[in-house]
């Protein structure tokens, strides 16, 4: 199976600052990799589908790009509503594998 | 809005079974397919099942194959997860999630999640 690994595990940031979040597959993905946010207590949702495409209703300060076995997640401008932890996810091969998720904590 | 509704808190003994239901609304039940996730408590997410809405056709993950069956009732726009021979390392919540876009493997939107506890 594809594993998937993010980094780093936790991301100690403030308000205001850029976010690049970091997820590494152990073989190729191509482009079919997504990203999910998810906030205690709460399911996640999903953020970026396909690498970079944002999904509906999701603020232009998340981007996600990479393609093959690299990829990263930016949050352009943390707002206090986005500290939360983070996973990616690739569709590229059965059985779906999610990576084990970076939080992102206020600093 | 799509939306996936779950059943509620269950909890097993070990070695007994659990099914799981996820009304699904908001969309054409067919056209997507549902995958099962689950939580362990304070861990990360595991992909478990999925199911076809429209052929019936499934994939398993390898650590709960043999255990697990998931179907669907397209009357009723609702899919099922049931999991046999329950061990503590069970316990966690399980989430349905639409299949996004159709024929496609992303999750959006997901269900509330259902608690299953193992314990005896």
């Known amino acids: 199976e594809i594993v998937l690994t993010q980094s780093p595990a936790t991301l100690s940031l403030s308000p205001g600052e850029r976010a690049t979040l970091s997820c590494r597959a152990s073989?190729?993905?191509?482009?079919?990799l997504a990203w999910y946010q998810q906030k205690p207590g709460q399911a996640p949702r999903l953020l970026i589908y396909?690498?970079?495409n944002r999904a509906t209703g999701i603020p232009t300060r998340f981007s996600g790009s990479g393609s093959g076995t690299d990829f990263t997640l930016t949050i352009s401008s943390l707002e206090p509503e986005d500290f939360a932890v983070y996973y990616c996810?690739?569709?590229?091969?059965?059985?779906?594998?999610f990576g084990g998720g970076t939080m992102v904590e206020i600093k | 809005q799509v939306q996936l509704v779950q059943s509620g808190l269950e909890v097993k003994k070990p070695g007994a079974s659990v099914k799981v239901s996820c009304k699904a609304s908001?969309?054409?039940?067919?056209?997507?397919?549902i995958s099962w996730v689950r939580q362990a408590p304070g861990q990360g997410l595991e992909w478990v099942a999925w199911i076809s809405a429209y052929s019936g056709n499934t994939n398993y993950a390898q650590s709960v194959q043999g255990r697990v069956t998931v179907t669907t009732d397209t009357s009723t726009s609702t899919a099922y997860m049931e999991l046999r021979s329950l061990r503590s390392d069970d316990t966690a919540v399980y989430y349905c999630?639409?299949?996004?876009?159709?024929?496609?493997?992303?999750?959006?939107?997901w269900g509330q999640g259902t608690l299953v506890i193992v314990s005896s």
């Open positions: 996810q690739q569709r590229n091969t059965w059985p779906l594998t």
């Open positions: 073989q190729s993905v191509n482009s079919y």
């Open positions: 999630a639409r299949c996004v876009p159709s024929g496609v493997n992303y999750f959006d939107p």
């Open positions: 908001g969309y054409s039940f067919t056209n997507h397919g």
């Open positions: 396909d690498a970079s």
